[in-house]
């Protein structure tokens, strides 16, 4: 699990939360076994009442728009929804240019560089090979 604050946000900041994930898993059309796996870690960290979580998870079907999502996020909550998002992004193995493209106009709505989504990505890709060595280690 990733240490952060989320659980300690208001429920509202943390329904958006879980609403810009929803709309990450759907922007390029698929829900992969990795996706889901990431977005049920993440909705579990949020600390959401079972309505809510009944409400993000039919947001997988019917994501909102970027706008709608963006729109309850507060600084914290905002900027671990970002990280997360690119993540979630990652989670298949490949960011495409559409996630990309909504990964910075996330950076932009929380007033930060593009270089911040960047250096996300390289972050994340560095997690992996960290992990990568785990399964290697158990392999030997």
Same mark, same amino acid.
């Given at each position: 699990m990733l240490p952060d604050t989320l659980h300690k %946000? !208001? @429920? *509202? #900041?943390r329904f958006a939360y879980a609403k810009l994930l929803a709309f990450i898993t759907r922007i390029d059309n698929e829900l992969t076994i990795d996706e889901m796996a990431m977005f049920e870690q993440r909705l579990g960290?949020?600390?959401?009442s079972p309505g809510q979580r009944k409400e993000i998870r039919s947001a997988l079907k019917n994501? !909102?728009?970027l706008e709608e999502a963006l729109g309850g996020l507060g600084h914290e909550s905002g900027r671990? *929804? %970002?990280r997360d998002a690119v993540l979630m992004s990652a989670?298949?193995?490949?960011v495409d #240019?559409? #996630?990309?493209a909504a990964l910075l106009k996330i950076a932009s709505h929380l007033g930060m560089d593009a270089k911040v989504? #960047? =250096?996300l990505l390289q972050w994340v890709v560095r997690g992996y090979s960290w992990? @990568? =060595?785990g399964y290697d280690i158990l392999n030997n």
């Open positions: %946000l !208001p @429920q *509202a #900041e960290t949020a600390l959401l994501p !909102p728009s671990l *929804a %970002l989670a298949d193995g490949h #240019e559409d #996630e990309k989504v #960047e =250096e992990m @990568q =060595e």
